[in-house]
């Protein structure tokens, strides 16, 4: 079974900073993306950042601000998040597209979540 298990989250004030972290665990062969995605209350979830073999993706908003990184070798996809603001605020969700042992095929995969709020 895989998982994805976050970390990093927390009350920080406007203009402050936070690292979030999502392990992947389990049985699999390979990861090719991994993803941050958030959800505010009452808004659907949006995309974040991602990050692959090609290089990375950033919602417009985050740019220059968010910075995605991930260590392969610990299957692990980290998310630097600098000069927050409240509208910040959110759920924020760690995803993985994987390829599970002895399969052909990938599955999404998602973590539990971690609030992120920013206070004003």
């Known amino acids: 079974q895989v998982q994805l298990v976050e970390s990093g989250g927390g009350l920080v004030q406007s203009g402050g900073s936070l690292r979030l972290s999502c392990a992947a665990s389990?049985?699999?062969?390979?990861?090719?993306?991994m993803g941050w995605y958030r959800q505010a209350p009452e808004k659907q979830r949006e995309l974040v950042a991602t990050i692959n073999s090609a290089g990375t993706n950033y919602q417009d908003l985050v740019k220059g601000r968010f910075t995605i990184s991930r260590d392969n070798a610990k299957n692990t996809v980290f998310l630097e998040m600098n000069s927050l603001k409240p509208e910040n605020t959110a759920v924020y969700y760690c995803?993985?597209?994987?390829?599970?042992?002895?399969?052909?095929?990938?599955?999404?995969?998602w973590g539990q979540g971690t609030q992120v709020t920013v206070s004003s």
């Open positions: 995803q993985a597209i994987i390829r599970r042992a002895g399969a052909s095929a990938q599955f999404q995969y």
């Open positions: 389990g049985t699999f062969s390979s990861i090719s993306v």
